[in-house]
């Protein structure tokens, strides 16, 4: 019950983390009416996600491992991708919050929805056939005992319930900080959803140095502790991390941090009054 | 990311295309035939337990084609099943978040060969592997009960050729050691390689007892530091010793020995229950001729007694009769090829045969580069062929 409740929770955190993100940006910019296309994209994943695994699980062919993994790395790559172009399109309409300039802003935000959309999407469908293929498992053993199914669904909602508590703290984090805020941890969540894409990807055998570690601490954080789906859930952090995917997440968190906070800064720097105080934990 | 100058109305639906265009080719050749469902009784769904400290496989191996392992999580951590390649570095399947009490199913089209298979509860470490063998399925072929039958006799000969060269190399060991011991360095110089003919005869078989091979076959420039060096070799550098070399004393002369015996004993006592196939004759044949070219031709095997050609006329013997065991069984599937290995196994041992002294052969630092060369090329052009012997027998 508690294993297949923390898997529901690293599953649902995993998706949740880039979904809770863009919502708290949309509210606190007051673009509210945006918000649908965010739970479009959500809905439109996990729709697919669920068809695609009965289909899997029921119908006449499986997806070969390879493939399983080729998709998932794929996805991942390219939701970092799409991550990332949000956030810096964040940095350069911040300074321009509050004022008369938002019409014309939202002009641009309209045509920026449905990367959002397709941001939402990829969040969750990166993961949502692992997901989906897990869930249907423990249905079918639901003849057996139902406590596998209860205890993914309690996981899955509870993955939800942190989600909402996150949103409702990014409200109340200040104006000025919760942009380099939100940023940065947008940038570290993508960094690690990255990484994962590698490790995709070398599982299917496309990438090579899946047996070179960069370090391995799964004494001190074994991954079915926890913290350890925590970890994993919110930043993607494994405790087993190879050369490749250490590698790409250093030299993707550093310069996009860095580069984030410049334009950040610059686009401030011609709104008075509002300093942004860099706080970026580098988690490894 | 230079994608960042497009303007954000373009950018996102290029994405699209290109995510969607990167995903395609895995559409078409990513899909697999599911097999029936666990629960019938079909012989190719393998069913794996896996416990916290246990990982229970219904069988150890399987025909080739697609396989369906139903693996359920008896234990209560969350744990995961892989099936690796031989060497335990490349996965070729695997499923995660296989939680408590809940089965999923993993279907692999594996080809024949040797895997293992792996359970990691708690997610963490190597996992508890066990060895799988995928055979070649008898689906589509029938073996011809003739061919069995031929294969099945050539692999019992070989088998008593293995035994039989393990008793005279026990036997010429002895009287080896004991010259060596006794500090009769001119009997042990006459007894060196015409002994050791006997272990190069059946070297992959000896190789096969992986922790043996070191013990007796190390040679010095293959030594790690601080790992002890025993076995022939180190004998050899002291009979035949090269200039500036300082000898063992009479004790370590009686250590060297006593250990050099009880390994070959080891050696004898493990393959008393040795059951050859078919396949480890094709594939020991190859290893034989690998043998005679890395390290006889180029002369680093005997590289103070220069004795190498006695140990290339024992690695062809070996692969010889390995060959001829397999012979019938090959004109019935091959002949072609049967032909073939007889030309090309006849103009190497012709060209063997110019450097034999009686008994005994030229010493290797007395061949002229020319004569190096051309056993060279007709061990190349053996090797090729002799690669093809185990499909050609087995499949």
New interface residues.
């Given amino acids: ?1 508690s ?2 409740f ?2 529901g929770l690293r ?1 649902g955190l995993e998706a949740a983390m880039i979904v809770v993100l863009l919502l708290a940006y949309l509210a606190r910019t007051g673009r509210r009416h945006l918000v649908p296309r965010i739970w479009a994209g959500v809905g439109l994943a996990v729709a697919v996600s669920i068809g695609f695994g009965a289909l ?1 699980t029921f ?10 993994e ?2 998932g790395g ?2 991942s790559i ?1 939701a970092v ?2 991550v ?2 949000m956030v ?2 964040m940095a350069r309409t911040s300074r321009t919050l509050g004022s008369d300039l938002r019409g014309r802003i939202d002009k ?1 935000a309209d ?2 929805a ?2 959002l959309v ?2 939402a999407a ?1 969040a969750v469908g990166r993961e949502g056939l ?1 997901t989906a ?2 869930l249907w ?2 249905a ?2 639901a003849g ?2 139902s ?2 199914l209860l ?2 669904i309690l996981g899955l909602a509870a993955a939800t319930g942190l989600g909402y508590l996150l949103h409702r703290g990014a409200l109340r984090v200040n104006l000025a900080k919760f942009f380099t805020w939100t940023g940065a941890a947008l940038i570290v969540v993508a960094g690690g959803v990255l990484a994962y894409g590698i490790h995709d990807l070398q ?1 299917a ?1 496309l990438l090579p140095g ?2 070179s570690l960069a370090f391995d601490v ?1 004494a001190a954080v ?3 502790s926890w913290y350890g789906t925590l970890l994993k859930g919110t930043l993607n952090f494994s ?2 991390t190879t050369w490749l995917e250490a590698s790409a997440w250093i030299l993707y968190v550093v310069p ?1 941090v860095g580069l984030y906070l410049y334009s950040y800064r610059r686009s401030l720097r011609r709104t008075p009054g509002e300093t942004a105080v860099p706080s970026v934990s580098a988690a490894a | ?1 230079t ?2 100058r497009t ?3 373009r ?3 290029r ?2 295309i ?2 969607t265009a ?2 395609l080719p ?2 078409l ?6 097999a029936a469902p666990a629960a019938s009784t079909d012989a190719a769904a393998i069913t794996v337990s896996s416990t916290n400290g246990a990982c229970a496989i219904s069988a150890t191996e399987a025909p080739s084609g697609n396989l369906t392992f139903a693996i359920k999580n008896d234990g ?3 744990t995961e099943f892989y099936l690796l390649a031989e060497d335990g ?21 594996v080809p024949a060969g040797k895997y293992l298979t792996a359970c990691k509860p ?4 190597d996992g508890l592997r066990a060895a799988f063998t995928v055979t070649g399925s008898n689906q589509s072929v029938t073996v011809d009960d003739d061919v069995q039958k031929l294969t099945d006799t050539a692999a019992a000969q070989y088998t008593a050729y293995v035994k039989d060269q393990t008793e005279q190399l026990l036997a010429g060991t002895r009287s080896f050691a004991e010259a060596f011991a006794t500090g009769d360095s001119t009997s042990a110089r006459g007894l060196y390689a015409s002994t050791r003919m006997h272990w190069e005869r059946i070297e992959p078989v000896a190789e096969s007892f992986g922790d043996l091979d070191p013990k007796l076959d190390l040679r010095e420039a293959d030594l790690e530091s601080g790992e002890a060096w025993t076995g022939w070799h180190r004998a050899e550098k002291d009979l035949f010793a090269p200039a500036g070399y300082t000898a063992m004393t009479s004790a370590e002369r009686a250590a060297l020995s006593t250990q050099l015996v009880a390994d070959t004993e080891d050696l004898y006592q493990r393959t008393r229950t040795l059951t050859l196939t078919a396949d480890k004759l094709g594939n020991g044949a190859k290893e034989l001729l690998d043998e005679v070219a890395t390290g006889k031709v180029t002369g680093e095997e005997e590289i103070w007694s220069h004795t190498d050609l006695w140990d290339f006329q024992a690695n062809v013997d070996g692969a010889r009769i390995a060959f001829e065991s397999l012979s019938p069984a090959l004109e019935k599937k091959d002949p072609a090829l049967a032909v073939e290995l007889e030309t090309k196994f006849s103009a190497l041992q012709t060209e063997l045969t110019t450097h034999a002294r009686g008994e005994q052969f030229a010493l290797y630092n007395e061949l002229t580069p020319e004569q190096v060369r051309t056993l060279a090329a007709l061990v190349d052009t053996l090797g090729e062929p002799l690669s093809r012997l185990t499909a050609a027998v087995v499949l």
């Fill in positions: 019950m294993a297949n923390l898997i599953e899997l119908g006449p062919r499986g997806l070969t491992f390879q493939a399983q080729a998709i794929s996805l390219a991708a799409l990332t172009w810096f399109w641009v045509g920026a449905w990367g397709a941001a990829l692992e293929l897990f498992a423990a079918q053993s057996q005992s406590s596998p205890g993914a599982e055998g899946l047996q799964t074994p991954p079915s405790p087993a996009v | 990311m994608a960042l303007s954000p109305r950018f996102p639906a994405l699209g290109a995510a990167a995903l895995f559409t050749a990513a899909c697999t035939d599911n209560d951590r969350v570095l490349r996965i070729l399947a695997e499923v995660e978040n296989i939680g408590p009490g809940i089965t999923r199913n993993l279907v692999a089209t708690g997610m963490e470490g």
